[in-house]
C-alpha cells in the first residue's frame, strides 16, 4: 500500500522558472491538502481539497496554484519561482480523522 | 480548523526526564488531534481525542483533553532519544475545512 507518495523528492529551480509538484494518494480519500514547512517552522497550509474537481486556499496561497481532476491526484503548481518559495512541501490526505502525509519535496529556488 | 496554541516551542530535557506540552483554545474545540515529526521526516498522526476528560494512553505517551474541551496535553514518561522531534496538536472543524498545525513543540533531548 503506497499511501501517499510524492515526486520529485528534490529540485532546484531557478527564479522565474516553474515546476508541479506531484501528489498521489491511493487510499481513495475525499480530502487532500498541500502544506510547506521552512526549518524550524510549523507547517502552513497553502491549498486543500475536500474533493474531485474542488479546491479552496489555504493561509498561503499566494504563488501557486492547484487542481484535482482525480480523487487520487493533487499537482501543486508554482508558475514563477521565487526565492521566498524555497522550503519543503508536503501532501497529506484524509478521509475522517488521520491524515497521511507524503515524504515531502524539498525545493531550493536560486 | 480551530486555532489552538501550543506551549512550549522548545522543550530541551536530559534523557530519562519527563516531557509535557500543551495545547490552549479560548473556544470549545469538537476534537484534538496530535502528530509526530522526526527531523527530516513527515507529520505522522498519533492520536484523536474528541470526549471531554478524555486520557488515552500509548506506552510511555499520555492525551488528555479538559473537561472544558479547552485545552489538551501529551506527556512523555522517562524521555527516550527516540522521542526527539517536534509535536503537533490541531483541532478539526466540522465540515469542510482545511487541517491547520500550528509551529508545535520541537522537543530536543540530551543523552
Known amino acids: 500500500n503506497a499511501g501517499v507518495t510524492q515526486t520529485p523528492k528534490f529540485r532546484i529551480l531557478k527564479i522565474g522558472q516553474s515546476m508541479t509538484l506531484q501528489c498521489t494518494q491511493d487510499?481513495?480519500?475525499?480530502?487532500m491538502y498541500w502544506y510547506r514547512q521552512d526549518p524550524g517552522m510549523g507547517l502552513k497550509l497553502i491549498y486543500y481539497?475536500?474533493?474531485?474537481?474542488?479546491?479552496d486556499k489555504g493561509e498561503v496561497p499566494n504563488g501557486y496554484n492547484v487542481s484535482r481532476s482525480t480523487t487520487e491526484d493533487f499537482p501543486l503548481r508554482l508558475e514563477l519561482a521565487a526565492p521566498s518559495q524555497t522550503s519543503v512541501y508536503f501532501c497529506a490526505s484524509s478521509k475522517t480523522i488521520e491524515a497521511f502525509f507524503g515524504q515531502g519535496t524539498r525545493l531550493t529556488v536560486v | 480548523g480551530q486555532q489552538v496554541m501550543q506551549i512550549p516551542q522548545y522543550q530541551h530535557v536530559q534523557e530519562g526526564e519527563d516531557f509535557t506540552t500543551y495545547c490552549n483554545s479560548s473556544?470549545?474545540?469538537?476534537?484534538i488531534q496530535w502528530y509526530k515529526q522526526r527531523p527530516g521526516g513527515h507529520p505522522v498522526f498519533l492520536i484523536q481525542?474528541?470526549?471531554?476528560?478524555e486520557v488515552k494512553k500509548q506506552k510511555r505517551l499520555t492525551f488528555q483533553f479538559g473537561e472544558a474541551k479547552k485545552n489538551s496535553s501529551l506527556h512523555i514518561t522517562a524521555t527516550q532519544t527516540t522521542d526527539v522531534g517536534t509535536y503537533f496538536c490541531i483541532s478539526i472543524g466540522g465540515g469542510a475545512d482545511g487541517l491547520t498545525f500550528g509551529k508545535g513543540t520541537h522537543l530536543i533531548i540530551q543523552p
Open positions: 481539497s475536500v474533493g474531485a474537481g474542488i479546491t
Open positions: 487510499m481513495n480519500h475525499n480530502y
Open positions: 473556544t470549545t474545540l469538537s476534537n
Open positions: 481525542l474528541v470526549k471531554s476528560g
